[in-house]
Each structure stands twice: as structure tokens, then as C-alpha cells.
């Protein structure tokens, strides 16, 4: 045999034992969770992250378990959230809030409040198969609770108790009878077991998790610059600091959040998307002394009246979202890429916003008004005060349909793949996704959630909260945002 023959043999029997090396690029919640999860099957994996910290781009602040805070998306979707939900429950056990969804119709709104009954129904028979098959995924509580509805004799019948046992649901409605103007809606409402995720102990998981898993190289404050395709995979030109240099990869997993058409372009490889840059804001009110459930009062998105959302945390802190554009959503906010370029491009304001931060006056202004809006139902509302800066960013949305929630990852020739998601229950999917297309699975049917990263179910409620209270603190906002709130 000559040498040169030889050699190839070694060269490609070397290959064969040698893992997949893959680079991900973007450390959000989506690239962090692909990360670990292959790196946990036998990639070798880099994390590539331009900011200072893992899961640090838009809030995730509810975990959409059946999509019922969305009037106008599919039954499908709601089914696909509800599923990709239990999974993150299963596999992010710590960043839960734990309390009830109060979804209530104002008698300005044009919606029928039992217009979502038969979805309802649905939604919670679906729950009551997953847990038939795997008591794993009881999760939301008893099936038979996934929601309730009460009358109004029910809700003004609660409003002289006193909260005891946050295990009955009832006792969730006890601030709600007290403080809201119920001649503004129409009954009945529905209760639903649609949970708070808390985004600083969700980045405190992926930080800890990810520093055990030897095959999941974390490069921070590095950036993705320039990409090159070759036949057995892609040369990549990255920036940390004032180094540049460039690596082999055989894959190449584009999980960049809005600027995932910046890297599609830099590829060559184009994709339509919209990018939409919304905030919520965060406000204390120091004259609440109970346990708020999180309340939707619904409202036509974009207008005056727009969907009112107050969501409860630690310590008397809310976090408000208003869809108007003078509170959540902005004007021209909402932007889809061009025949030029796959990366839809935000007014520079919004740009602005994201890169460098708001100005006071605008903070101010904006949760002002979120406070306001709020209080057209919730009057004593009205003495919450600004709690800190607004929690804000843009979100990507793949495809045509700007109301698309459930998304996940989309392959393209044998070694790109990007992860595009909408809600962050959605990136497990993603991530089971890629580990059967790089034949990482050995698709052992059996194996539960759990197992794909015990380095991250596995982690202790108190190391990840006083993770998350430093995160919080590092990035300008209170730590009550990041302390479990609800039961524990
Ligand atoms: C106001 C608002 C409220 C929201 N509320 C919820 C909610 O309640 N629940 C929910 O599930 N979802 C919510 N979302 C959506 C959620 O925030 C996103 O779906 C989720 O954060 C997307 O995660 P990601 O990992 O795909 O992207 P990102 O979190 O944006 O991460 C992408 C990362 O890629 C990095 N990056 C980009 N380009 C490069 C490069 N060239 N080199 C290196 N790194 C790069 C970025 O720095 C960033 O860290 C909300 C969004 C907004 C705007």
C-alpha cells in the first residue's frame, strides 16, 4: 500500500472516533440550551456569545403552557406550546413562578369570554393524556384544574377573605375581588394554570450548568465576524477584544436571537423573518401586602385599549405589559426582511435602545403610562411607582406570520441549522431537533427529558437563585425580579 493511501486510511478512521465539533453562536436561551444538550450527547461544542453573560437578550417572563394569553393563535400552537412547556418544567425545574393566570374580557373589548372555552377544553384534555402517559409531566397540577371559570357572585363572594392556603385556587382570586373594578367586565373569567418563568434564574442555570459539561466550551464577549463554507464544514472568523482569529467547524448552528439574518447574510443563505423590539416595564407597589395570580385584562393589540397584563414577582414588584405604542409596543417596531437582505432592520431608535439603554425621561414616561393603563381596572394600582428600568428587546418571529409563537429550528444543506424561536419553551424543541439530525440520539425512545442534561435539572433551588439575585444585581435590575415568587 502506498503512503499517501495509508495515510487517508489513519486521516479517515481518525475522523470517524473524533466527535462533531459544533459551533453555536448566540448565548441565549436557545443557544445555551442546544449547546448543553449536544455537547451532553458527544459534541464538541463552542458557545459563541458576544455580550458578558449567558441569557441576557429580551425578557422571558411567562412560560406560555397552552398559548392562553393569545386569543388569535391555532389550537395547534397552543398544543405545541403546552408540550414544549412541560419539557421546560422538566428540564429548568428552578425557573418557575408558580401561580394562576387571570384572563379577563373588559366590557370595551368586542371578545366573547367564552369564546375560548372549547380551546380550553381541549388544551386540558391534552394535559390530562401527557400526565396519563408520564405521571413526569403533572407539572401544571391536577388536569382537572388546568382552569376554572367564576362568575361574578363568585369572584364578589372572595371579597372579604383572607389568603391562607395559596394551594386552593380560589384563594388566588382574593386581591382580584378586592381591587379590581368588576363592572368593567364581562364573566365570567377563566382561572388557567399558565405559570411566570423567571429569565435571571433561567440564565443562572444555563451559567452553572454549562461550566460542567467538559464538551460545551463558553467563549463570552466573543463575536461571530465572518464565515466561510467549505466541503467539510466552515471556517469561522471571530473577534474577543482586540484578537481576531479564525477556527474549523464542522457545523454551524445560527442561534442569534434578532440578528439571525445578519449571519444568514454573512452565509448566504436567505430567510424571511420579522423582528418586533417591544418592553415591559417594572413597577413596586408597596400597598400590596398579598399574592397576586398574574391578570390579562384583554384589548385589541396596537390601540389605545390594548391587551393590560400585570405580572406578580417577590417583594411587591410587577412587571407590566400594555399593547399599546405608548407603552409596550412601539410605532414601526415591527419590520420584515427585504429581497436584500435577510436581517430585518429596526429604526435606529429601537437599535439604540437595545445597544446603549433608555434615557430617564423615557423610562419614566412609559412605565407611567404602563402604571395608568393598569389602573383603568385596577384602581389602587395607581400608587405603584417606577421599580426600575423597563426589561425590553426585540424578538424574532420566522416566516410570514408576525402572530407565530410556537418555532423552532430550520436545517439548510448538511451543516447549517438556525434556531429561531418565539418563545423560550420552544428551544428544547430545537435542540432534540438538531441531537436526531447530527445522529447524536441513539434513539432510545425511553429516555426521559431529565436525562439529556442532568447537569441542569439536577441543580439545587438555592445555588441557582443566589446566581440569579447576582445576575440581576450585574445588570442594573432588582433581585426581587429574580426570587421565586408564587409557591414554592
Ligand atoms: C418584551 C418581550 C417580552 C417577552 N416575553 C416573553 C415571555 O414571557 N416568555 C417567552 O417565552 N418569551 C418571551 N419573549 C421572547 C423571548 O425573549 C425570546 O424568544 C428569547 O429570548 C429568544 O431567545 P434566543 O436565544 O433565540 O435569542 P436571544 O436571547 O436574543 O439570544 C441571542 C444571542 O445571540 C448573541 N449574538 C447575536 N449575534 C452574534 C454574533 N455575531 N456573535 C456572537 N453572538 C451573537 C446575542 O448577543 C444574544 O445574546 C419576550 C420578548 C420581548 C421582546
Sequence with gaps: ??????????????????????????????????????????????LIEKGPSLVNGPPICHLHAGGNLYREISEHQCLELLRQSIDTVRLYPQCLNVRPTVVAVPKSDNGDPLALLPRLKLIQSTYQQLVSQDERNSVLGEPADYYRLYKREDIEALANSTQTDLKDIDQWLIPFAKHVDLEQLKFPIVVVQEFGLSVFRMAAMADLAVS???????????????????????????????????????????????????????????????????????????????????????????????????????????????????????????????????????????????????????????????????????????????????????????GNDPSLRAADVHFEGNNYARVEIVKASSAIDAAMKLIKHLGLSDGNAEQIIESYSPNLSGLSANEVVLRAEELALQRGYPVELAQVSGLN
Design 1 to 46: 500500500m502506498s503512503t499517501s493511501i495509508y495515510k487517508r486510511i489513519i486521516e479517515l478512521m481518525d475522523n470517524q472516533s473524533k466527535p462533531i465539533s459544533v459551533a453555536v453562536v448566540g448565548g441565549g436561551i436557545s443557544g445555551s440550551t442546544c449547546a448543553m444538550l449536544l455537547a451532553e450527547q458527544g459534541a464538541n461544542v463552542s
Design 212 to 398: 460542567t459539561i467538559p464538551s460545551c466550551n463558553v467563549r463570552l464577549n466573543t463575536e461571530l465576524l465572518g464565515a466561510s463554507e467549505s466541503e467539510n464544514g466552515w471556517r469561522l472568523e471571530l473577534r474577543n477584544g482586540d484578537q481576531t482569529y479564525s477556527q474549523h467547524f464542522d457545523y454551524l448552528v445560527n442561534a442569534s436571537g434578532f440578528e439571525t439574518g445578519k449571519i444568514d447574510d454573512l452565509v448566504s443563505k436567505p430567510k424571511q423573518r420579522f423582528v418586533e423590539f417591544k418592553a415591559a416595564y417594572v413597577t413596586r407597589w408597596s400597598d400590596c401586602n398579598e399574592q397576586w395570580p398574574e391578570v390579562i385584562f384583554h384589548g385589541e393589540r396596537g390601540t389605545p385599549k390594548g391587551m393590560a397584563q400585570l405580572t406578580p414577582y417577590a417583594g411587591g414588584y410587577f412587571q407590566l405589559h400594555g399593547m399599546t405604542e405608548e407603552i409596550t409596543l412601539f410605532k414601526g417596531g415591527l419590520v420584515g426582511s427585504s429581497h436584500l437582505s435577510s436581517q430585518p432592520r429596526l429604526p435606529n431608535a429601537y437599535t439604540r435602545k437595545i445597544n446603549q439603554g433608555w434615557s430617564n425621561e423615557i423610562q419614566q414616561s412609559r412605565t407611567e403610562k404602563a402604571i395608568h393603563h393598569l389602573a383603568c381596572f385596577i384602581p389602587s394600582f395607581v400608587t405603584a411607582q417606577v421599580g426600575g428600568k423597563p426589561l425590553y428587546g426585540a424578538q424574532q418571529i420566522p
